[in-house]
């Protein structure tokens, strides 16, 4: 079956950077989109930033020049370079995998159980 297990929450002052990995069993990894999504209490699971099966990438607005995704297919693992975390990153952040890239978390058919982020001012 499918597995994706994320590590790499912590926390972390204002202006600081974390690193979470994506680490993916059971599909033909790099074949599939890849996503992170966050979501913070109370609110919906919201998209952060997103990888093709060929690379392209795309991002929300609000992490434009902060975070960057990147793959590493030969080992089953995806990975999202957050730099200067502000405060309203705090969230418990998710990796998906999808047939189809997207923004819409209905698009995406596998999940990890999330990790926490808390970025203190």
């Known amino acids: 079956h499918v597995q994706l297990v994320e590590s790499g929450g912590g926390f972390v002052q204002a202006g600081g950077s974390l690193r979470l990995s994506c680490a993916a069993s059971?599909?033909?990894?790099?074949?599939?989109?890849m996503a992170w999504f966050l979501q913070a209490p109370g609110e919906e699971r919201k998209f952060v930033a997103g990888?093709?099966?060929?690379?392209?990438?795309d991002y929300a607005d609000s992490v434009k020049g902060r975070f960057t995704i990147s793959r590493a297919n030969a080992k089953n693992t995806a990975f999202l370079q957050m730099n200067d975390l502000k405060p309203e990153d705090t969230a418990v952040y998710y990796c998906a995998a999808g047939m189809v890239a997207g923004q819409r978390s209905y698009e995406y058919d596998y999940w990890g159980q999330g990790t926490q982020v808390t970025v203190s001012s």
């Open positions: 059971g599909l033909a990894f790099s074949s599939v989109p």
């Open positions: 990888i093709g099966w060929g690379g392209g990438t």
